[in-house]
Antibody, heavy 121, light 113 residues
Framework: QVQLVESGGGVVQPGRSLRLSCAAS????????MHWVRQAPGKGLEWVAV????????YYADSVKGRFTISRENSKNTLYLQVNSLRAEDTAVYYC??????????????WGQGTLVTVSS | DIVMTQSPDSLAVSLGERATINCKSS????????????LAWYQQKPGQPPKLLIY???TRKSGVPDRFSGSGSGTDFTLTISSLQAEDVAVYYC?????????FGGGTKVEIK
């Protein structure tokens, strides 16, 4: 069965960095695009970034462009999100999600449990 | 960006009754190349990640109960729960994948009356 397990969240001061990871299993990781989606406490869902199956293409939400970098290591079945210059408004649960299709933008057919990032001084 | 607007924000329905959630996109999400609407519905229960229910506006994901159905085309879409069960209490989100950035509606909270 498909499993996505995020890690790397925590409490961090404004302006600092974190690297989030998502370990994937139960499917052919190198065949699918992967996304990060976040949810601020008590709020709705916000798509953050997507990376193609081979890492050759990436797209970002305007709110994180230039500060966040999505990457993947197919040999390790792992997705990453490097988050830099963190702001209070980046506080959220960060979910990794598998793309449900063969393009770079589709529905998200599987989600991890999420990792909480709290930006606070 | 395509703005997704859901209504109502919340609704309370009696067990066994029908629940209807609406989602409107600011522009069409109908792909002319395959005549499919790039619209998905998710269910999120408290403390859990979202779960995909419906994609291409009306295709139920495998394992999703058939009391959940999606309809609509172009800019107007509906998620219907035909006979509400206690386990359906959740927040429901629509999402478009017609173009980047991928965007979600604000969510609709479904409760038992």
């Amino acid at each position: 069965q498909v499993q996505l397990v995020e890690s790397g969240g925590g409490v961090v001061q404004p302006g600092r960095s974190l690297r989030l990871s998502c370990a994937a299993s139960g499917f052919s990781f190198s065949s699918y695009g992967m996304h990060w989606v976040r949810q601020a406490p008590g709020k709705g869902l916000e798509w953050v970034a997507v990376i193609s199956y081979d890492g050759g293409n990436e797209y970002y939400a305007d709110s994180v462009k230039g500060r966040f970098t999505i990457s993947r290591e197919n040999s390790k079945n792992t997705l990453y999100l490097q988050v830099n210059s963190l702001r209070a408004e980046d506080t959220a649960v960060y979910y990794c999600a598998k793309d449900g299709g063969t393009s770079l933008g589709s529905s998200f057919d599987y989600w991890g449990q999420g990792t909480l990032v709290t930006v606070s001084s | 960006d395509i703005v997704m607007t859901q209504s109502p924000d919340s609704l309370a329905v009696s067990l066994g009754e029908r629940a209807t959630i609406n989602c409107k996109s600011s522009q069409t999400v109908l792909y002319s190349s395959n005549n499919k609407n790039s619209l998905a519905w998710y269910q999120q229960k408290p403390g859990q990640p979202p779960k995909l229910l419906i994609y291409w506006a009306s295709t139920r994901k495998s394992g999703v109960p058939d009391r959940f159905s999606g309809s609509g085309s172009g800019t107007d879409f509906t998620l219907t729960i035909s006979s509400l069960q206690a386990e359906d209490v959740a927040v429901y989100y629509c999402q478009q994948y017609y173009g980047n950035p991928l965007t979600f509606g604000g969510g609709t909270k479904v409760e038992i009356k």
